[in-house]
């Protein structure tokens, strides 16, 4: 029962989307506009980066809030942070609330890293900008991130459950970033050069798309 009920808190609270709701106050829903993403990448093309910092922010801390209150309302699950946050993550990226179609999780895998250990999450966070800068894509990140700190968690705990549901949250999230490597193949996609070079940017993927 308790492991329900920790998936289920975790799960509710990855439902409460900062980019839906500021969309909505603004008049248009976020999932119509840009790539379609409920997410703080899309926000801040749309909305730009005051929006898309305040979505990231609220997405990086419903994840940890809800990983750490876990640990104080199920003591018995060793593993409480990562099944609670693994399933804000799931909360996030197919959302009840918003026909299952909401964001991609990279923020909340953040807030998820921070509850578990904030030093690694530094440590992640530095490798994981020099490798997104270096190749200039976001997607990269998530993909790699989830797929490092499932290592590096099953290397530190031994614990085999909160390893293969972290195992999974990486299959997830590479599932959807799919659309973003087919993008980067046809050159669509976005860089992260974008924060400062819109115009270019939106020049250079029209002309790939036509």
Same mark, same amino acid.
């Given at each position: 029962?308790? +492991?329900?009920?920790?998936?289920?808190?975790? =799960?509710?609270?990855?439902?409460?989307? $900062?980019? =839906?709701?500021?969309?909505?106050?603004? !008049?248009?829903?976020?999932? #119509?506009? !840009?790539?379609?993403? $409920?997410? $703080?990448?899309?926000?801040?093309?749309?909305m730009?980066?005051? *929006?898309?910092?305040? /979505? $990231?922010?609220f997405?990086?801390?419903?994840?940890?809030?809800?990983?750490?209150?876990?640990?104080?309302?199920?003591?018995?699950?060793?593993?409480?942070?990562? +099944?609670? %946050?693994? *399933?804000?993550?799931?909360g996030?990226?197919?959302?009840?609330?918003?026909?299952?179609?909401? %964001?991609?999780g990279?923020?909340?895998? *953040?807030?998820?890293?921070?509850a578990?250990d904030?030093?690694?999450?530094?440590l992640?966070?530095?490798?994981? *900008?020099?490798?997104?800068?270096?190749?200039? =894509?976001?997607?990269?990140?998530?993909? /790699?991130?989830?797929?490092?700190? /499932?290592?590096?968690?099953?290397?530190?705990? !031994?614990?085999?459950? !909160? /390893?293969?549901?972290?195992?999974?949250?990486?299959?997830?999230?590479? =599932?959807?970033?799919? &659309?973003?490597?087919? @993008?980067?193949?046809?050159?669509? &996609?976005?860089?992260?050069?974008?924060?400062w070079?819109?115009d270019? #940017?939106?020049? @250079?993927?029209?002309?790939?798309?036509?």
């Amino acid at each position: 029962m308790q +492991l329900i009920l920790c998936s289920l808190m975790g =799960y509710l609270f990855g439902n409460i989307n $900062a980019a =839906y709701i500021i969309s909505k106050l603004r !008049g248009f829903d976020i999932r #119509e506009r !840009g790539s379609g993403n $409920a997410g $703080a990448s899309n926000v801040t093309m749309v909305m730009g980066k005051k *929006a898309g910092l305040v /979505t $990231a922010l609220f997405d990086i801390f419903k994840a940890a809030f809800a990983s750490i209150l876990a640990v104080y309302l199920f003591p018995k699950i060793k593993f409480a942070k990562i +099944l609670c %946050g693994s *399933a804000c993550i799931i909360g996030h990226i197919f959302p009840i609330l918003m026909n299952f179609h909401g %964001g991609k999780g990279l923020a909340c895998l *953040a807030g998820m890293l921070i509850a578990f250990d904030p030093q690694l999450f530094l440590l992640l966070l530095i490798f994981e *900008a020099v490798l997104g800068l270096s190749m200039d =894509y976001i997607c990269v990140v998530p993909i /790699t991130g989830s797929l490092i700190f /499932t290592c590096i968690y099953a290397i530190l705990t !031994g614990d085999p459950a !909160g /390893t293969m549901i972290l195992a999974v949250i990486s299959m997830i999230i590479l =599932y959807k970033h799919i &659309e973003n490597i087919h @993008r980067i193949q046809d050159g669509t &996609e976005a860089h992260i050069s974008f924060l400062w070079k819109k115009d270019k #940017e939106i020049e @250079r993927i029209k002309e790939h798309e036509h």
